[in-house]
């Protein structure tokens, strides 16, 4: 990106103000899954634009990038509260809440972890 603003730059003599760096930053998404180290993303980020940028003039170039999932994805919480039991072939527990409430895993089949409050420990199947 950095290398076409400095492209754009030089065969229009545009002012780049800004490079959006697009989608953000992924987050783990399961148990064990390690973080994205957003001080090295950003050490990287900052040298590059130093090595491309800067030497063109254009040092003044804001970056944007879209962080929502980043920032908000490990605090988000959805409570609910089991209502019933249903005992056939399987185990069953009936929620207060429901597929509206979460809808990912409903629309597409999206892996989204499940914890029960006071258990995170014990075992599931």
């Known amino acids: 990106l950095f290398r ?3 492209e754009l730059h030089r065969e229009t003599g545009a002012h780049i103000s800004f490079v959006n760096l697009s989608g ?3 987050v783990p998404y399961r148990p064990g899954q390690k973080p994205a180290d ?3 993303i950003g ?3 900052e040298k590059i634009y130093r090595e491309i940028l800067v030497p063109e003039g254009m040092g003044d170039v804001a970056l944007f990038t879209e962080m929502g999932r980043f ?3 490990p605090y988000g919480c959805l409570v609910a509260t089991a209502i019933r039991e249903k005992h056939i072939y ?3 527990i009936g929620l ?3 597929a509206a409430n979460l809808m990912r895993p409903a629309m597409y089949g999206a892996y989204h972890h499940i914890t029960v409050c ?3 420990d014990a075992p599931c199947d």
């Open 4 to 6: 076409t603003a400095v």
């Open 24 to 26: 953000g930053v992924g």
């Open 38 to 40: 957003i001080l090295r």
């Open 43 to 45: 050490r990287e980020v």
């Open 71 to 73: 920032m908000l994805a």
């Open 90 to 92: 399987k185990e069953y």
């Open 96 to 98: 207060d809440a429901c």
């Open 118 to 120: 006071g258990k995170e």
